[in-house]
């Protein structure tokens, strides 16, 4: 494997940003240090033009950089060199050792081999095993000692894309984080990432919960120069409590937004288009190279393919049995819709070939993607994957969508000219850009833009001006600023000064049944929520016993019948996964559940749980009879102890079977 993809060293050769990562640590004479990624010893030398006898602990995997950093400080017995794999090594994994400051630059997406990768799922399998730097930075948080600091330079990602949603409550709830400082990566020399920026994170390790939750994260953006990263007063500060982040949806840093976005983000009583749309990802044939075809060589990336006939186009609509089994005559290439940001009208200017044959070939072959297949075909909005400044929606009307779109496809019809204006706006830019500020979206992102029931007045005039627009680029006609801009108002004053709004448009909040398949589109069978232990929170003293449980009165709990039937493993104990029945309340927040109790039948509730991860699985998952058809959500559960003395009884909230709440109401 080349080695610059293994090691993905990106050496720190700016003094501001060294100045301002040492200076946030402020080092002590007793201090024990460790650079977990110790490169050519920048911040080593850094550490000891402040205090020359500091004593540091230097990893490093790649051995020519150990022979350099050896031969560096021979002689200095107070700096340690060894070669090793931080993440693997022993004394970290086991937090055998333990630092009063970390301090370094990780590498970023290092590429691993199947062993190492094994490994690395086994050893951190509540995080995303595929970027390196989240893992150095739950590794090593976790290797400080109480109040040991720790600050990083790393890219910005981990604070908002959801793949990253167990490290945010990792951090959130086991440390201080003073300061987070975001700038561009063209900043730092020879590094200019296309798809994130860089963040600064300075942190304190603290087993105190409530206080963490309590504690307000210094936020710095906007900085003209890589010098003004020293300054106190330079760039823009804003200040958020970590409680905030954490009940945020995805527990995102919404750091690019304003107070008002973000109100309108996390508000519940306000739809989400994942309420009122089905947002799935698209085809990939796995060969594009012998399946796609532009229409003319002067399309832009044509050159390596192999243009259409234009007697191979099919021309009218396809049957049901096309649609899934492919074309039989030889005009079987289908109009496809890509990415590219183009908004309301995209041509087609791509085809692929939906012949029997290729149909066969794509459903047997490993690459293929043969995804979401039942939204082939229909009409929708496509969403580029990959959006530049502005996000951008354009008409799929019938046709394939690949792999780079999302394609969003109402539940009511009704709502696709709506939606098309709404999605390119610069109101649904600001919402998706404070959800998710890097470039790449997905589906999990959109469907979770805020979505404001308009009046009838407001909706008939936004489909009239959207469909001025599409009957003019239809024609050849560009001149659509006017229309454009009228659009921006309306949503504008839709959702910042809400006027033109219809009298139901906050949402319900009723239990209705969870669209179990709308996840299975949206996670398969990975978690949906993982929760980090918390071991040490809060101490409290409950019943007569006065045993002690270290809990967290600020979680959210769920409560959940148990029937007659499957009493003995909770009496016992022993329970490590609770299944639902085949109906799921919608009005429970998922991604904030942390606490189980179950409520057993002719009883009541006393034993208090902790969900690990909670996930979409199969009735009699693992047995011979498990049916593939029967989705369930499913609770990973581990005994936290005994709550009450006796059982308590307590009202099941919905449907007799359910309770959602939080634990300090529940001893209250």
Same mark, same amino acid.
């Given at each position: 494997?080349?080695?610059?993809?293994?090691?993905?060293?990106?050496?720190?050769?700016?003094?501001?940003?060294?100045?301002?990562?040492?200076?946030?640590?402020?080092?002590?004479?007793?201090?024990?240090?460790?650079?977990?990624?110790?490169?050519?010893?920048?911040?080593?030398?850094?550490?000891?033009?402040?205090?020359?006898?500091?004593?540091?602990?230097?990893?490093? @995997?790649?051995?020519?950089?150990?022979?350099?950093?050896?031969?560096?400080?021979?002689?200095?017995?107070?700096?340690?060199?060894?070669?090793?794999?931080?993440?693997?090594?022993?004394?970290?994994?086991?937090?055998?050792? =333990?630092?009063?400051?970390?301090?370094?630059?990780?590498?970023?997406?290092?590429?691993?081999?199947?062993?190492?990768?094994?490994?690395?799922?086994?050893?951190?399998?509540?995080?995303?095993?595929?970027?390196?730097?989240?893992?150095?930075?739950?590794?090593?948080?976790?290797?400080?000692?109480? *109040?040991?600091?720790?600050?990083? /330079?790393?890219?910005?990602?981990?604070?908002?894309?959801?793949?990253?949603?167990?490290?945010?409550?990792?951090?959130?709830?086991?440390?201080?984080?003073?300061?987070?400082?975001?700038?561009?990566?063209?900043?730092?020399?020879?590094?200019?990432?296309?798809?994130?920026?860089?963040?600064?994170?300075?942190?304190?390790?603290?087993?105190?919960?409530?206080?963490?939750?309590? *504690?307000?994260?210094? /936020?710095?953006?906007?900085?003209?120069?890589?010098?003004?990263?020293?300054?106190?007063?330079?760039?823009?500060?804003?200040?958020?409590?970590?409680?905030?982040?954490?009940?945020?949806?995805?527990?995102?840093?919404?750091?690019?937004?304003?107070?008002?976005?973000?109100?309108?983000?996390?508000?519940?009583?306000?739809?989400?288009?994942?309420?009122?749309? *089905?947002?799935?990802?698209?085809? $990939?044939?796995?060969?594009?190279?012998?399946?796609?075809?532009?229409?003319?060589?002067?399309?832009?990336?044509?050159?390596?393919?192999?243009?259409?006939?234009?007697?191979?186009?099919?021309?009218?609509?396809?049957?049901? =049995?096309?649609?899934?089994?492919?074309?039989?005559?030889?005009?079987?290439?289908?109009?496809?819709?890509?990415?590219?940001?183009?908004?309301?009208?995209?041509?087609?200017?791509?085809?692929? &070939?939906?012949?029997?044959?290729?149909?066969?070939?794509?459903?047997?072959?490993?690459?293929?993607?043969?995804?979401?297949? &039942?939204?082939?075909?229909?009409?929708?909005?496509?969403?580029?994957?990959?959006?530049?400044?502005?996000?951008?929606?354009?008409?799929?009307?019938?046709?394939?969508?690949?792999?780079?779109?999302?394609?969003?496809?109402?539940?009511?019809?009704?709502? /696709?000219?709506?939606?098309?204006?709404?999605?390119?706006?610069?109101?649904?830019?600001?919402?998706?850009?404070?959800?998710?500020?890097?470039?790449?979206?997905?589906?999990?992102?959109? =469907?979770?833009?805020?979505?404001?029931?308009?009046?009838?007045?407001?909706?008939?005039?936004?489909?009239?001006?959207?469909?001025?627009?599409?009957?003019?680029?239809?024609?050849?006609?560009?001149?659509?600023?006017?229309?454009?801009?009228?659009?921006?108002?309306?949503?504008?004053?839709?959702?910042?000064?809400?006027?033109?709004?219809?009298?139901?448009?906050?949402?319900?909040?009723?239990?209705?049944?969870?669209?179990?398949?709308?996840?299975?589109?949206? $996670?398969?069978?990975?978690?949906?929520?993982? *929760?980090?232990?918390?071991?040490?929170?809060?101490?409290?003293?409950?019943?007569?016993?006065?045993?002690?449980?270290?809990?967290?009165?600020?979680?959210?709990?769920?409560?959940?019948?148990?029937?007659?039937?499957?009493?003995?493993?909770?009496?016992?104990?022993?329970?490590?996964?609770?299944?639902?029945?085949?109906?799921?309340?919608?009005?429970?927040?998922?991604?904030?559940?942390?606490?189980?109790?179950?409520?057993?039948?002719?009883?009541?509730?006393?034993? @208090?749980?902790?969900?690990?991860?909670?996930?979409?699985?199969?009735?009699?998952?693992?047995?011979?009879?498990?049916? =593939?058809?029967?989705?369930?959500?499913?609770?990973?559960?581990?005994?936290?102890?005994?709550?009450?003395?006796?059982?308590?009884?307590?009202?099941?909230?919905?449907?007799?079977?359910?309770?959602?709440?939080?634990?300090?109401?529940?001893?209250?």
């Amino acid at each position: 494997m080349n080695e610059a993809l293994v090691y993905q060293a990106h050496y720190t050769k700016s003094d501001p940003i060294l100045n301002y990562m040492t200076g946030m640590l402020e080092f002590r004479p007793h201090d024990s240090i460790l650079e977990p990624c110790g490169g050519d010893g920048v911040f080593v030398d850094k550490i000891l033009e402040k205090v020359p006898n500091a004593n540091i602990s230097v990893f490093e @995997l790649n051995p020519q950089a150990v022979i350099g950093l050896k031969n560096k400080y021979n002689g200095e017995a107070n700096i340690h060199i060894k070669e090793t794999d931080t993440l693997l090594d022993d004394s970290i994994t086991s937090c055998s050792a =333990k630092y009063d400051k970390i301090i370094g630059n990780p590498p970023y997406g290092a590429r691993n081999n199947e062993k190492k990768k094994d490994l690395l799922n086994k050893l951190y399998a509540d995080l995303y095993t595929k970027e390196s730097y989240t893992l150095f930075l739950y590794a090593c948080t976790r290797c400080l000692k109480e *109040n040991g600091e720790l600050s990083f /330079i790393i890219p910005d990602t981990f604070l908002s894309l959801h793949r990253h949603l167990a490290i945010r409550k990792y951090l959130l709830t086991n440390t201080k984080i003073k300061e987070l400082i975001l700038f561009p990566s063209s900043f730092f020399p020879g590094i200019n990432f296309g798809y994130a920026n860089l963040c600064i994170i300075t942190l304190k390790k603290s087993s105190n919960v409530a206080q963490n939750l309590r *504690n307000k994260i210094s /936020i710095r953006t906007n900085f003209k120069t890589v010098e003004e990263l020293e300054y106190d007063d330079s760039g823009t500060k804003k200040n958020i409590s970590q409680k905030e982040v954490v009940e945020s949806v995805g527990s995102a840093f919404m750091f690019n937004s304003t107070d008002k976005i973000v109100k309108l983000i996390n508000d519940v009583s306000i739809q989400k288009i994942g309420d009122i749309a *089905n947002c799935v990802t698209g085809f $990939y044939s796995g060969n594009d190279k012998d399946y796609l075809h532009p229409v003319s060589p002067e399309i832009k990336n044509a050159k390596k393919y192999i243009c259409a006939n234009s007697e191979s186009i099919h021309t009218s609509s396809l049957t049901d =049995k096309e649609k899934g089994c492919g074309i039989a005559t030889t005009d079987c290439l289908v109009p496809i819709v890509k990415g590219g940001n183009i908004e309301y009208v995209k041509p087609n200017h791509w085809f692929m &070939d939906w012949s029997t044959k290729a149909i066969q070939e794509y459903k047997s072959s490993k690459k293929c993607r043969f995804q979401n297949s &039942d939204y082939y075909f229909k009409n929708g909005i496509g969403i580029p994957m990959i959006r530049s400044s502005k996000l951008t929606g354009s008409l799929i009307e019938g046709r394939l969508f690949d792999q780079s779109i999302v394609g969003v496809f109402p539940k009511d019809d009704k709502w /696709i000219l709506y939606l098309l204006g709404f999605f390119n706006s610069a109101v649904c830019t600001e919402l998706i850009n404070a959800i998710n500020p890097s470039t790449n979206n997905s589906a999990n992102y959109i =469907k979770k833009i805020p979505f404001i029931v308009p009046s009838d007045e407001s909706k008939s005039h936004v489909e009239e001006l959207v469909g001025e627009i599409v009957s003019r680029l239809k024609a050849g006609d560009e001149q659509i600023e006017r229309q454009k801009a009228e659009l921006d108002e309306v949503f504008a004053n839709l959702y910042f000064q809400r006027e033109g709004i219809s009298q139901t448009t906050s949402k319900e909040i009723s239990p209705k049944q969870l669209n179990f398949l709308d996840l299975f589109d949206q $996670y398969e069978l990975e978690p949906i929520t993982q *929760n980090c232990v918390v071991r040490d929170d809060i101490e409290i003293e409950y019943g007569k016993k006065k045993s002690q449980l270290l809990i967290d009165l600020t979680k959210n709990l769920l409560i959940c019948n148990v029937k007659k039937d499957n009493l003995e493993q909770y009496l016992d104990g022993s329970a490590k996964i609770y299944y639902t029945g085949k109906k799921f309340p919608s009005t429970v927040a998922l991604y904030k559940l942390y606490y189980f109790m179950p409520y057993l039948s002719g009883k009541g509730i006393r034993d @208090l749980y902790y969900i690990k991860i909670a996930r979409l699985g199969y009735r009699k998952e693992g047995q011979e009879n498990e049916d =593939k058809n029967d989705l369930r959500l499913v609770f990973e559960i581990e005994r936290v102890g005994q709550l009450f003395d006796e059982y308590k009884k307590v009202k099941l909230e919905i449907w007799r079977t359910f309770t959602d709440t939080t634990l300090d109401k529940i001893l209250c």
